[in-house]
């Protein structure tokens, strides 16, 4: 989604050039929730590895006192170029049910590719992540902005990348960090 301003609210840009152990081993996962039939958020980071949790909080918009709920099928897919595999396919038949799968990349997917939810009961329902190793990332807000706190000082390489633009490629840039300091980047995604 385009805001008024011209930012690409969703698109998530992060710094690929540092890895960061501490943070990879302390990840605890990243969390989607099915609601109001999207997956929200649409669109954060995944890290290899880690777990990666869905839980359905709809209920039966024709009976909304219902315990049963909607059914949701999450599909997960590790995608690396024009190829894609499953990670999972589990459905959640009722509102408050849950998955917890790892993420799995292989192949060095991890640095060229992404991950993708998809609900196969309805396929409209759809979630994006990039796989990161480093907590310097950030989804832009609706306006177009964004902040990444604490980054190295130093060039960095960062990328930012949103599904439906530049077809879906990361567009690359480099930002040098003072000592201390700050850095402004203004990126562009064609």
Known sequence: EV??????????????????KAFVDGYKGTEVVAEFCEFLPF?????????????????DPDDPK???GVLHNPHSFVVKGSSSATG???GLAKKG?????PVVFRGGAEKDGFYRLQCDQ?????????????????VVKDDGSFEIK?????????VA??????????????????EGGTANLKAEIK
């Open 3 to 20: 805001g008024k301003d011209g930012g690409l609210k969703g698109a998530v840009v992060a710094v690929v050039d540092v890895e960061d």
């Open 43 to 59: 669109a954060g980071v995944v890290v290899n590895n880690k777990s990666f949790k869905v839980e359905n909080h709809d209920a």
């Open 66 to 68: 219902s315990v049963q």
């Open 88 to 90: 999972f396919n589990i």
């Open 97 to 101: 049910d849950k998955l917890d799968k």
């Open 122 to 138: 309805h396929e409209f329902m759809q979630g994006f992540f990039l796989p990161v190793s480093n907590p310097y990332f950030a």
């Open 150 to 158: 604490d980054v190295p000082a130093g060039k960095h390489k960062v």
């Open 161 to 178: 990348w949103h599904p439906f633009a530049a077809k879906g490629k990361k567009v690359e840039f480099e930002v040098e960090v003072a």
